[in-house]
């Protein structure tokens, strides 16, 4: 049984983790450790050092962007960090989910506690307050080529203004009712606030968490849909599968002979065919295949949860302190990663939609015509299948890669973008549509095994499975919406582990 650790505080002292990004999204508390916020207090001190000295450092005492030439004063250094956010609150369309903000939250907060940004401990405080008090920020999913508009949102309920969820009050007011008080920026705050890659790292930190829940739903389910066609089970063969050197297709053919062990179905069917269509015995290489990229993508964020992803970084002494201007913000590992994951879940619901089609074509199935108890009278999961391959096609148009998309903004300054922060929602639209395609093969097996009359037994595993599906919903006979059952399924799929 696999379920999720559900830590309720975490303390944070040199770098979270991706699982741990999760897990304050999803609710658990922040905090700091002592030598965390020691860490906060130096950093800060040497911004003060470079504001008091007049050193050149890019967003303490110049604009930004292409203005990154214009001095600014020391009295209006903190004008500029408030300014920063209000003109780069520019974000459009629907808002993330609180889930998806409070990653980013998270993410931000760990990246502050590296000790190179220079934000005063307040500013920190006042991210774990929000977190803790789950006052979370309103934040458009859309507008930014980085991401820069969805930090903003998260900063303006940082300084009292925006909105936060669940009441359409001002930041300001809703602040006011969890006792919170408004944060007045301070010099590099508005800049830093503003950037890094928290925003990629926290929704990538979604994204695997979601990714990994679908997997382990993808092996189920195909067991079941290779069942109830009577698959040859020899493709699973534990020797002969070793022959390909994969760890991943190697877990996935073990996870299916465990899943089907016991079938009498497959006893009765064995040598039936030579071999089976390539969407049932090629599950555990394309499965496998989409894991050896989840489990690159987690030693990637979890890399990138200990980087410093701020610019300018600050270094040095109180007497010699220095501002580095650099590249660290940018998320180009992030962008390629989640292209890249979001490619091989596009491909495991491919897959998926394949067997669906193959559960409800009495061509191939030997089932009756679409899992329909009185074909031609009822259509039974006909127009399902239409819905799954309409998904494919959407995710297949998804899986074009942001990374690659390029783009030139602020007057050449910045002339290459990398779009981490789209190619994580995108790649969690495609998680969107994935989890459908796989609950409509999971309903469609289910029902193929109630239309499968007189046969053998079940295999234990994928027989509880069929148990859990019919305690959401009987079998189908055209005599209710089926998108009902689909999101009842879909919901499953996205908040419970299979066989928990």
């Given at each position: 049984m696999h379920t999720d650790p559900k830590p309720t505080?975490?303390?944070?002292?040199?770098?979270?983790?991706?699982?741990?990004?999760?897990?304050?999204?999803?609710?658990?508390?922040?905090?700091?450790?002592?030598?965390?916020?020691?860490?906060?207090?130096?950093?800060?001190?040497?911004?003060?050092?470079?504001?008091?000295?007049?050193?050149?450092?890019?967003?303490?005492?110049?604009?930004v962007g292409a203005l990154c030439d214009v001095?600014?004063?020391?009295?209006?250094?903190?004008?500029?960090?408030?300014?920063?956010?209000?003109?780069?609150?520019?974000?459009?369309?629907?808002?993330?989910?609180p889930i998806e903000t409070r990653?980013?939250?998270?993410?931000?907060?760990?990246?502050?506690?590296?000790?190179?940004?220079?934000?005063?401990?307040?500013?920190?405080?006042?991210?774990l307050t929000l977190l803790n008090a789950h006052c979370t920020p309103v934040v458009p999913s859309q507008g930014s080529v980085g991401y820069l508009s969805h930090m903003a949102h998260i900063a303006l309920v940082v300084i009292g203004e925006g909105q936060v969820h669940a009441t359409p009050s001002s930041g300001n007011a809703s602040l006011g009712t969890s006792h919170i008080k408004p944060l007045v920026l301070a010099a590099k705050e508005g800049l830093s606030i503003l950037n890094g890659t928290p925003c990629a790292t926290g929704l990538a930190a979604m994204v695997l968490a979601r990714a990994e829940r679908l997997l382990a739903w993808a092996d189920d389910v195909s067991a079941m849909s290779f069942e109830a066609l009577r698959g040859q089970p020899a493709a699973f063969d534990e020797d002969i599968l070793a022959l390909r050197q994969s760890p991943a297709i190697n877990q996935v053919g073990a996870r299916l002979r465990a899943l089907l062990s016991g079938s009498a179905i497959l006893a009765a069917s064995a040598g039936a065919h030579t071999q089976a269509s390539l969407s049932l015995r090629a599950i555990p290489h394309v499965h496998g295949a989409a894991r050896e990229v989840w489990t690159h993508t987690t030693v990637l964020v979890d890399q990138e949860l200990k980087a410093v992803t701020d610019n300018p970084i600050v270094t040095g002494t109180m007497e010699a302190p220095e501002a580095h201007s650099e590249a660290h913000a940018i998320g180009a590992a992030l962008g390629l990663a989640m292209d890249s994951l979001g490619v091989a879940v596009a491909s495991v619901a491919a897959?998926?939609?394949?067997?669906?089609?193959?559960?409800?074509?009495?061509?191939?199935?030997?089932?009756?015509?679409f899992l329909s108890a009185v074909p031609g009278v009822g259509s039974g999961f006909m127009i399902a299948q239409y819905t799954a391959a309409s998904l494919v096609a959407d995710n297949r148009r998804l899986a074009a890669p942001?990374?690659?998309?390029?783009?030139?903004?602020?007057?050449?300054?910045?002339?290459?973008?990398?779009?981490?922060?789209?190619?994580?929602?995108?790649?969690?639209?495609?998680?969107?549509?994935?989890?459908?395609?796989?609950?409509?093969?999971?309903?469609?097996?289910?029902?193929?095994?109630?239309?499968?009359?007189?046969?053998?037994?079940?295999?234990?595993?994928?027989?509880?499975l069929h148990q859990r599906v019919r305690q959401l919903a009987p079998t189908y006979t055209d005599d209710r919406p089926l998108a009902v059952d689909i999101l009842r399924a879909r919901d499953l799929i996205s908040s419970q582990w299979p066989n928990a």
């Open positions: 505080a975490i303390t944070l002292n040199h770098a979270l983790s991706w699982r741990e990004v999760h897990a304050v999204a999803t609710g658990a508390s922040l905090q700091l450790s002592p030598d965390t916020a020691t860490r906060i207090h130096a950093a800060r001190a040497l911004v003060d050092s470079i504001s008091a000295k007049g050193i050149r450092a890019y967003g303490v005492n110049t604009g001095m600014i004063d020391i009295a209006e250094q903190a004008h500029l960090s408030r300014n920063l956010i209000m003109s780069h609150a520019v974000g459009v369309g629907s808002p993330l989910s990653a980013i939250m998270a993410a931000q907060v760990n990246n502050f506690c590296h000790g190179y940004s220079g934000v005063r401990l307040a500013l920190v405080e006042q991210l897959m998926s939609e394949r067997r669906t089609d193959r559960l409800v074509n009495p061509l191939v199935s030997g089932l009756p015509a942001a990374s690659l998309d390029g783009g030139i903004t602020s007057a050449l300054q910045e002339d290459h973008l990398c779009h981490a922060t789209p190619a994580a929602l995108k790649a969690l639209k495609i998680l969107d549509n994935a989890e459908h395609i796989v609950a409509i093969e999971l309903l469609a097996a289910t029902q193929a095994y109630d239309l499968l009359m007189g046969a053998p037994a079940r295999a234990p595993a994928t027989e509880r």
